[in-house]
């Protein structure tokens, strides 16, 4: 049992016990649905090389001193990401910045765990079946048809919010830290796998074409910015969940060390996926440019034709599974820390309390996907799209610019030198870069996604 499980006044919080902890932790925030669909299909339609490299250039450049700037709020005060600014920044508005987070745990948990009971049906499916049988057009219906259902995949989604809460209410170490600490090799290990034999399929050196070859032609500064908005929403920055995290870790331990870590192993992950995606995608002559149709329609015909392709669809989908319980633990835990320490609930009440309401926006977001298809039209859009919508266009970039705006301009050298350094024990040789890109490079770049994400830039 941790403090927080038996009583929420207890003084001793709750935190990471190794540093392994806290990156395996962190990089399975990080590593989620956005890395292994997501990221690849943008790749491929943006250019190839030329957008990995601008990619690469904006995680190391903006995602690696955000990520940190993150980690030292959540460290020097010690709170969840409300908490956190309200006691660095009394008196002020700051807090809502807490505020906007939690926000956006409810938006992003809504649609992310809607598509987390897909892998889950999907999983099933491909054990039960392998799709042995499917074609295009059958995988389309039956993709169609489970939407479309509702009850099915409301009922995916409540389990894996059930999985999600167990293993929050379980803790910081013997929760979170103890579950990503397994499942986060595992994940490597069958990425690597299913990288390795899409890679030895005959026909598969074109998918790494795709996915690798720069065309300069394509980028374009909408190419640019998106780039940017991916390097955010795959690095889990932007809503306080690493705040949350960056308050568990020790005060011995080296935040820009982890939080370099943290960003390659996302990138790589990203990567691997494309590798494990594109060559066998080619190598089977099916359509790349999917979009979200690409892992739940076009992989499981990859799959279909593939020898083995029974073994290696369940790793997939168990893959997927894995990515998107690792990153929805981190987001509920944004809120859980929330109540536990501002409403002094306890760590199970709190849990129970988020899990249920959030689950009750997600299942609207569900079912406006199937049977509420017609009726909760919103702006446009499904609530569904609406609530990916705002998270990632609006509230992570105007959260990472506050966040940045924050540590540069309030917290400022002394403080941040002091958290970043441990009191003057690290050396932090690259203090004067960072403080350079939270100031100035950061807060521009991020208005500049937003500015765009908006379409402000058609508007002019
Ligand atoms: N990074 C995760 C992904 O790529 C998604 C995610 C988890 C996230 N927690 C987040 C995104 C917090 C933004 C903020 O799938």
Redesign the pocket.
């Known amino acids: 049992m941790t403090s927080f499980s038996n009583s929420s006044d207890s003084s001793i919080r709750d935190s990471f016990g190794s540093k392994l902890g806290i990156i395996a932790a962190a990089a399975g925030?990080?590593?989620?649905?956005?890395?292994?669909w997501?990221?690849p299909y943008v790749v491929g339609e943006n250019g190839g090389g030329a957008f990995l490299l601008i990619y690469i250039g904006f995680v190391l450049l903006i995602g690696v001193p955000v990520m940190l700037a993150e980690f030292t709020i959540g460290r020097k005060a010690q709170l969840n990401a409300f908490g956190a600014f309200r006691k660095l920044a009394p008196k002020s508005l700051w807090f809502l910045i807490g505020v906007m987070g939690i926000i956006?745990?409810f938006t992003?948990l809504s649609f992310?765990s809607t598509v987390s009971g897909w892998t889950l049906q999907y999983l099933l499916e491909a054990s039960k079946t392998g799709f042995v049988g499917s074609t295009n057009e059958s995988l389309q219906t039956d993709f169609n048809s489970f939407m479309a259902n509702g009850w099915l995949p409301v009922f995916w989604q409540l389990l894996f919010m059930g999985l999600t809460a167990f293993v929050v209410y379980s803790g910081v170490k013997n929760g979170i830290e103890k579950y990503t600490k397994f499942l986060m090799p595992l994940l490597l290990i069958i990425i690597i796998v299913l990288g390795i034999n899409s890679l030895l399929l005959p026909g598969g050196a074109k998918g790494l074409e795709f996915l690798f070859k720069p065309d300069f032609s394509k980028i374009t500064m909408s190419v640019v910015l998106e780039a940017l908005g991916q390097a955010?929403?795959?690095?889990?920055?932007?809503?306080g969940?690493?705040i949350t995290y960056g308050s568990y870790i020790q005060k011995s331990d080296n935040l820009s060390n982890t939080a370099i870590s943290v960003s390659l192993t996302?990138t790589l992950i990203a990567i691997l996926a494309g590798v494990a995606i594109f060559p066998a995608v080619f190598a089977f002559n099916v359509n790349p440019g999917e979009g979200p149709g690409l892992v739940f329609i076009t992989l499981p015909l990859v799959f279909e034709q593939m020898t083995g392709g029974y073994f290696f669809a369940i790793l997939f989908f168990l893959l997927l599974a894995i990515?998107?319980l690792t990153?929805?633990i981190?987001?509920l835990e944004?809120v859980v820390a929330y109540l536990v320490e501002e409403k002094k609930m306890t760590r199970l009440k709190a849990t129970i309390i988020s899990a249920s309401s959030i689950s009750l926006v997600g299942v609207i977001c569900t079912l406006s996907l199937g049977p509420l298809k017609n009726e909760l039209i919103l702006f446009g859009m499904s609530f569904f799209d609406l609530m990916d919508y705002v998270?990632?266009n609006i509230l992570?970039p105007f959260g990472g610019f506050l966040i940045v705006v924050f540590a540069g301009w309030v917290l400022g050298r002394n403080q941040l030198h002091n958290e970043i350094s441990n009191n003057g024990v690290l050396k932090a040789s690259l203090f004067n870069f960072f403080l350079f890109v939270v100031k100035y490079l950061a807060p521009i770049a991020i208005a500049l996604v937003f500015i765009n994400q908006l379409n402000l830039f058609d508007a002019l």
């Not at 955010?232 to 809503?239: A, E, N, T």
Request: glycine content about 8%; hydrophobic content about 60%.
């Open positions: 925030s990080a590593v989620g649905l956005g890395n292994i997501r990221f956006a745990a992003i992310y955010f929403f795959s690095l889990s920055i932007g809503m969940v690493l996302d990515a998107a990153s929805t981190s987001v944004v998270s990632a992570l």
